[in-house]
DNA sequence: TCTGGGGTCCTAGGACCC
DNA sequence: TCTGGGGTCCTAGGACCC
């Protein structure tokens, strides 16, 4: 049998942020999403008062009164040191599945002779001097019980690992694990499950499975089994998206037609370079566009269309133009707009592309332009060179008030060291 | 005034085929 | 009046994850 471990960046934002900047540490710390709307990262030292994903707006003041370091979402800093640290993992474990930007699953083979526990100990030491960031790791029989044994090992331990593999531990931590917790088990999930008076990962592992299965889905009855130790889930290796989602809120609403076709375009190109990246080609898209769901004042407008290509492309041009013609069906004017955004479909590897019989093929010379300008953008920042749809002024533009210096990724921003 | 962004998987139901 | 059985594919929507 093979152990599982779910390795996890403790409060990984603002640990990120901490690295760079060592005044944050032992302060409270939040950061915030995009266009600084949500809570999305927070130190120990506010996590008490300031729930996950609460609209920063309505903790404004809790934040000024505990004096509390507020930063912007720095995504470019976040992700290099995601990759460093999944780099340490590999160090440790071939076997690893990146699972999110402060997340993997490694795979031990089991051998007799390695204490487990003793080398989870030693890799969390080696992230921390590497790379600065803390890490916790949790040791299981599956996945699922290395999720509940990585929560333990954050909550309840000092040094940071857990190991669950013991069944009697199991007992013990299960029958106080509430199911809410429960890798899989969101809040519809719970709320049904605590219908039938399940409410502690113990009793949903001790249920009818089958019974389980018939009422809700193979996933719950997936969870059933890999929190009795049985495992149904194996590392997965990175595949190519299946689809590529562009969008942003925008910093103050948009009304002109004129300026949406600018942030789409702007999404789109995004979107195209996330697609070339992976060597994929769409054959579909669909564009939605959105009034604000909470602006109780204004009456909700969402919609989205779609529409398909005779052939896959990664061509921006083509997939700006037909993003715009999409966008032309769903405007509305009058309506004050707070979100446009592009979903890349029917993705198929570049590679193995069905070509249209009757078309004129122009792929080639496309395929070169794009591949230039990628690496004109590669070489020189992004955006170096773009797409004149995506406009300049872009008045649209997302709020990042209290951004950090992209410290890694970023020759203008390198940080600085003063000689005294 | 101010509420993120990007994914996956599963199921049900309809359309369609022979 | 009486209208089969079995299969696939596609889509939309829901639920979940970080």
């Given at each position: 049998m093979a152990t599982f471990s779910l390795v996890d960046g403790n409060n990984f934002y603002v640990s990120c942020e901490r690295v760079?900047?060592?005044?944050?540490?032992n302060r409270p710390v939040i950061v915030l999403s995009n266009n600084d709307g949500c809570v999305v990262a927070r130190s120990n030292e506010i996590k008490k008062l300031v729930p996950i994903g609460a609209p920063y707006y309505q903790y404004r003041k809790v934040c000024e009164q505990h004096n509390v370091k507020v930063l912007s979402a720095n995504y470019a800093l976040y992700g290099s040191l995601s990759d460093k640290m999944m780099d340490c993992f590999q160090y440790f474990c071939?076997?690893?599945?990146?699972?999110?930007i402060d997340e993997a699953f490694l795979r031990w083979e089991d051998k007799a002779d390695q204490d487990r526990v003793e080398q989870a100990l030693l890799l969390r030491n080696t992230v921390k001097r590497w790379t600065g960031l803390p890490v916790s790791v949790g040791l299981a029989p599956t996945k699922t019980l290395a999720k509940v044994a990585n929560h333990i090992a954050k909550k309840?331990?000092?040094?940071g690992v857990f190991d669950i593999r013991d069944k009697d531990v199991q007992e013990k931590i299960l029958a106080d694990?509430?199911?809410?917790?429960?890798?899989?088990?969101g809040r519809q999930l719970t709320q049904h499950l605590q219908k039938r008076g399940i409410y502690t990962a113990k009793a949903l592992r001790d249920s009818d499975a089958s019974l389980l299965r018939r009422t809700f889905s193979v996933v719950v009855e997936r969870i059933i089994y890999e929190l009795r130790g049985i495992a149904c889930l194996d590392l997965e290796t990175a595949q190519p998206r299946k689809s590529i989602l562009s969008s942003r809120s925008f910093g103050t609403p948009v009304t002109a037609l004129g300026d949406l076709e600018e942030a789409l375009s702007h999404y789109a190109a995004n979107a195209c370079v996330k697609l070339r990246d992976q060597k994929s080609r769409a054959q579909r898209l669909s564009v939605f566009l959105r009034t604000s769901?909470?602006?109780?004042s204004e009456p909700f407008y969402q919609k989205s269309h779609s529409c398909s290509f005779s052939t896959p492309t990664h061509d921006t041009r083509l997939i700006i133009q037909a993003a715009k013609r999409c966008l032309k069906r769903l405007y509305k004017p009058g309506l004050r707009y707070q979100k446009t955004g592009i979903l890349l479909m029917d993705i198929t590897e570049e590679s193995v592309t069905q070509t249209d019989l009757f078309a004129a093929t122009e792929n080639k010379k496309s395929d070169r332009l794009m591949q230039r300008v990628d690496t004109i953008n590669n070489l020189f920042g992004r955006d170096t060179v773009h797409f004149?749809?995506?406009?300049?002024?872009?008045?649209?533009h997302m709020r990042s008030d209290h951004r950090s210096p992209r410290y890694t990724t970023c020759w203008d921003e390198l940080p600085r060291v003063k000689a005294i």
């Open positions: 760079f900047n060592p005044s944050l540490e071939p076997n690893r599945e990146l699972y999110s309840k331990t000092k040094e694990f509430p199911i809410e917790d429960i890798w899989g088990i769901p909470f602006n109780h004149a749809a995506q406009g300049i002024q872009r008045p649209w």
